[in-house]
């Protein structure tokens, strides 16, 4: 299948092209032991996410535990890996206000780095992205309808079924993220 990835990395091979984007200047002067440290946090608290901008969110915080200069966030001082993983759900609307931020824009732009991604290297993409095991034979030889609902965007998970299940699904279908009612 090419490159195996887990989720933590996948997403921070996004974060570090998203950074560029979205918080330039903060991660300016970020050495690689910084970014070790950070890589060693996600995979620890990467089960709070429910939806992947979350992770560009814990990447920041984690950056602003670490350089009081930039810090803007008031949990964000004294905070710990474990006050993360227990209280994700109520540090995210904090930071989110006082960074002033917005859900759908963070969800747009994260969308955007994965089409960018996809349309100049697709196979790499493909490569960064896994299903669970026997999911492409239980979507291949389902003998009911089938459906996919997902946190992330249809188009995204319309391109990993086709490319990992070698299944197509009608787009009406798949409830992605900002699908529905």
């Known amino acids: 299948m090419g490159l195996s990835v887990t989720a933590v990395e996948r997403a921070l091979f996004l974060l570090l092209r998203l950074r560029k984007v979205r918080w330039p200047s903060l991660f300016d002067g970020v050495d690689s032991s910084l970014e070790d440290w950070i890589v060693d946090k996600m995979h620890i608290v990467r089960p709070v996410v429910e939806t992947g901008y979350e992770n560009l969110l814990l990447v920041r915080l984690l950056l602003e535990m670490r350089i009081p200069s930039i810090r803007k966030s008031s949990v964000a001082e004294g905070l710990t890996i474990e006050e993360i993983l227990e209280n994700w759900f109520k540090i995210k609307p904090v930071i989110m206000e006082e960074w002033g931020e917005n859900k759908d824009a963070l969800v747009d732009l994260f969308g955007k780095i994965r089409d960018e991604w996809m349309d100049n290297d697709l196979a790499t993409w493909i490569g960064a992205n896994r299903l669970y095991p026997g999911v492409p034979d239980a979507l291949k030889f389902a003998s ?11 188009r995204f998970a319309d391109a990993l079924l086709r490319e990992l299940a070698g299944v197509i699904i009608p787009p009406e279908k798949i409830y992605g993220l900002g699908t529905g009612p």
């Open 144 to 154: 009911s309808k089938v459906y996919i609902v997902t946190t992330k965007q249809s």
